[in-house]
């Protein structure tokens, strides 16, 4: 898709994944950040195991880009009495595409291990990418969501930037890899956290160096807009609907050595969550999941606006 200020390029049968944006006068330069030399298989309808296994499998998906975790998002857990999978079934399926045209595709697909159908819209509209996303419970009986966005973005198109937005609570989560954590777990006030070995980390800084850290940090939002900026452009101004996405969960991954990058991801994600923490389970515990009834659905707007 392109108009007369950006372009992006929208991969419907590879879960809907917007693989690249950019400004039109630099055709060249994806602001989303990409798996290097990574070639993902075709998406199919025969999703795998769930629970611990979805883990490895969505890592053989994964190109980066910018997804929707639906309608599990985050680490697989247990909701409504079955094993989720890692940021649910959207991203791992072949969409249909319903409509398109040179600014917009619209795309749709059933999910296989629950009776939802999954719709989204991703449009182009000036210097905005605009996206809407519905959910429908078609069963006779109520069924657990928790739904995200997952934007990845490259440190070094982004170093020295900033990232800034309002925080009503932050937490530095327990590490995954905990001998690459740079921060230590626990709650802090924005932007600074203390360091895993002493000193504190900037969360809002975008570092010039990848140091080999590996962090997951938890935000309660105050304010609709996180905006990302870089030195010598572009900015972007993430704009989040915080009645259906309240929380934020920022990931850095900058080339750390342990797995499943072996030191070769050089990444964070800004990653909009209708729950806090970074699973299945935390939502749960949280009582942060909706219930769609049945025959019920459940829609969110969200959007990028880049500026050089």
């Not at 159908?117 to 000036?126: E, I, S």
């Not at 975008?206 to 140091?211: G, K, L, Q, R």
């Not at 900015?235 to 797995?259: G, T, Y």
């Not at 970074?278 to 049945?294: C, K, M, N, P, Q």
Request: proline share 8%; net charge negative; aromatic share 6%.
């Amino acid at each position: 898709m392109v108009n007369e200020s950006l372009f992006v390029e929208v991969w419907p049968q590879r879960g809907m994944t917007v693989a690249a944006i950019g400004l039109r006068q630099a055709e060249d330069s994806n602001l989303l950040w990409r798996r290097a030399g990574h070639v993902a298989p075709e998406c199919s309808r025969a999703l795998g195991p769930s629970g611990t296994p979805s883990i490895e499998s969505l890592h053989d998906l994964f190109v980066g880009g910018w997804f929707e975790m639906s309608p599990h998002a985050g680490l697989p857990g247990t909701l409504d009495g079955a094993p989720t999978m890692l940021h649910g079934e959207a991203l791992r399926l072949p969409w249909g595409i319903d409509s398109a045209d040179p600014t917009r595709v619209e795309a749709s697909v059933r999910a296989v291990r629950w009776p939802l159908q999954l719709r989204r819209q991703v449009k182009l509209r000036g210097e905005r990418v605009e996206v809407r996303s519905e959910i429908r419970n078609e069963s006779s009986t109520a069924i657990g969501v928790s739904q995200g966005e997952h934007p990845c973005f490259g440190r070094e198109r982004f170093a020295a930037g900033r990232l800034t937005l309002e925080a009503e609570r932050c937490e530095v989560l327990p590490p995954l890899d905990p001998g690459n954590a740079s921060a230590a777990a626990g709650e802090f006030e924005w932007p600074l956290a203390p360091g895993d070995a002493g000193g504190v980390v900037d969360f809002s800084a975008i570092p010039t160096v990848a140091d080999g850290s590996h962090d997951h940090v938890s935000i309660t939002l105050a304010s609709p807009r996180v905006v990302l900026s870089a030195p010598e452009g572009p900015r972007l101004c993430i704009e989040i609907d915080l009645d259906v996405h309240p929380h934020l969960l920022l990931w850095r991954n900058f080339r750390a050595a342990s797995a499943p990058s072996h030191g070769s991801w050089d990444v964070f994600a800004i990653e909009p969550m209708s729950a806090p923490g970074r699973s299945i389970d935390d939502a749960v515990a949280a009582a942060a999941t909706r219930r769609l009834e049945a025959g019920e659905a459940a829609a969110y707007g969200f959007a990028i606006a880049v500026s050089p």
